[in-house]
C-alpha cells in the first residue's frame, strides 16, 4: 500500500471514531501570554528522563501572520485534483468564497498563510486559528461534512484532502456545480512546504505559494537547529517517546505509528520515535502489550484527549500497562491543543518550538492551564 493510500485509511478510521462527538461550539487554542526566552537561549534540564510531571506545550502565537498581503489571483486556472478515484485535472475560476477543509486544519491554516484568509466562509472543527473561529462549522459532528449547511455556505471552491467526508459529499458538492480541489494530504513537514504550494496553484497565485513554502522550510530549519541543542546527542540519552490518540467516552486508545505525522514530531524534535523502531504503521491499538514493549519515556498526547480519560490519573487507572513504563512512573506527558499538534502547515515551526521547551526545558516553557482555556472538547 502507498504511503498516501496507508495515510488516507489511518485518518478515515480516526474520523470514523471522532464521528459524534460533542464539540464547544467556540473552539480556541492556548497561546502564552508573556513574552518568551528564545528557544536557542533556553538550558534544557540536566536529565529529561529523569524529569517528573507533565507539561503542556503552547503556541507563542497563535494566529496565523500572512507570506504577502493582498496577493493576486490570476484565474481561470487548471490545476491537478488528487482525487482518491485518481488524478483530475479541474478548473478554478473563482476563489471569493472557499471552504478548506481536512483533519487537522491545515488547508484552512495554509490559506490563512497565503493572505487569502477573507475569503473562507466556513471551516472544520480542527481549524481554531484567530481570525477563523467565528466562521460557520460545517461539520455535522465530529469530522463528518454537513453537505446542507455547506452548500448553504454557497462556496465558489472547496479544498481538501481526502481526510474528511463521507466521499459521496464530496461527489454531491460537484454534482450542484461547486468546484472541488483534492490537494495531498500533508503529514509530513516536507508535505506542510508543498502543501504551501499546491494551495496557492489553485488560487492562481503561484508566487504567493513559493515565498510561503519557503518562509515554512527556512523557519523549520531555523527551529530544528535550536532543537538539536537542546536534545541529547547521544542516542542511550535520546528520549523515547510515542503518540496516543484517546477519546475516553468512546473508549477509543490508539498508538501513532510511521506515516501517521507523529513520527516527523518526533524525529524532529531528537526523540527515538518507539513506534518507527518497532515497525508500527499507521493507527494501532493501544494493548497492554504493545505498550510494555514500546516502554517510552515520554508521551505526546491532544489536550482534549487526555482531558477526556480524566487526565493521567484517570488514564492510569484504566491503562496500568501504561503505569509500568517510565512514562508513566514518571507522570511524564506532554499534552497540547488537538487543532495544533498534528496541524502541518505555516506553524509547523511553533508547534515544534511549543513542544521543545515542554519536554526539555517544561520549568521554563510558557504554561496555560488545560482545565481553564477552552478547547475543542472531546466525547
Not at 480556541?28 to 510531571?53: F, I, M, N, Q
Request: a negative charge.
Amino acid at each position: 500500500m502507498s504511503a498516501r493510500h496507508l495515510g488516507i485509511a489511518a485518518l478515515a478510521a480516526v474520523v470514523v471514531l471522532l464521528t459524534g462527538c460533542a464539540v464547544s461550539s467556540t473552539p480556541a487554542e492556548p497561546t502564552a501570554s508573556a513574552a518568551r526566552v528564545p528557544l536557542s537561549e533556553l538550558t534544557a534540564t540536566v536529565d529529561p528522563k529523569a524529569y517528573v510531571g507533565p507539561s503542556t506545550a503552547t503556541l507563542d502565537d497563535a494566529a496565523i501572520e500572512p507570506v504577502t498581503v493582498s496577493p493576486q489571483s490570476r484565474l481561470p486556472v487548471t490545476v491537478t485534483s488528487h482525487d482518491l478515484s485518481g488524478d483530475v485535472e479541474v478548473t478554478v475560476s473563482d476563489v471569493s468564497r472557499v471552504i478548506a477543509m481536512d483533519l487537522s486544519g491545515s488547508l484552512a491554516a495554509t490559506v490563512a498563510g497565503l493572505g487569502f484568509a477573507d475569503r473562507l466562509v466556513g471551516r472544520d472543527i480542527s481549524t481554531t486559528f484567530p481570525g477563523a473561529r467565528d466562521l460557520p462549522v460545517i461539520t455535522s459532528s465530529g469530522h463528518s461534512v454537513n453537505a446542507e449547511a455547506l452548500i448553504g455556505l454557497a462556496p465558489t471552491l472547496v479544498l481538501t484532502d481526502g481526510s474528511i467526508g463521507p466521499a459521496d459529499v464530496v461527489q454531491q458538492l460537484r454534482d450542484v456545480g461547486i468546484t472541488v480541489v483534492f490537494v495531498e494530504r500533508s503529514v509530513s513537514f516536507a508535505g506542510a512546504v508543498h502543501q504551501a504550494r499546491e494551495v496557492a496553484d489553485s488560487f492562481g497565485a503561484p508566487e504567493a505559494g513559493d515565498a510561503l513554502a519557503a518562509r515554512i522550510q527556512s523557519e523549520l530549519d531555523s527551529v530544528t537547529a535550536q532543537i538539536s541543542r537542546l536534545a541529547p546527542a547521544a542516542d542511550s540519552d535520546r528520549l523515547r517517546m510515542v503518540f496516543l490518540y484517546l477519546r475516553g467516552a468512546s473508549g477509543v486508545s490508539y498508538l501513532f505509528g510511521g506515516e501517521s505525522g507523529a513520527d516527523q514530531l518526533i524525529d524532529a524534535l531528537g526523540g527515538i520515535d518507539v513506534a518507527g523502531q518497532l515497525g508500527w504503521r499507521g493507527m494501532q491499538p493501544l494493548t497492554d502489550e504493545a505498550m510494555v514493549a514500546a516502554d517510552p519515556d515520554l508521551i505526546l498526547v491532544m489536550t482534549a484527549g487526555i482531558e477526556s480519560v480524566g487526565g493521567i490519573d484517570g488514564l492510569l487507572a484504566e491503562k496500568p500497562a501504561i503505569a509500568l513504563t517510565s512514562a508513566g512512573q514518571h507522570r511524564r506527558f506532554v499534552d497540547m491543543a488537538d487543532g495544533q499538534i498534528l496541524s502541518f502547515g505555516p506553524r509547523s515551526a511553533g508547534v515544534l518550538d511549543a513542544l521543545a521547551r515542554a519536554i526539555y526545558a517544561p520549568d521554563a516553557a510558557a504554561s496555560a492551564d488545560p482545565a481553564t482555556v477552552p478547547t475543542e472538547r472531546a466525547p
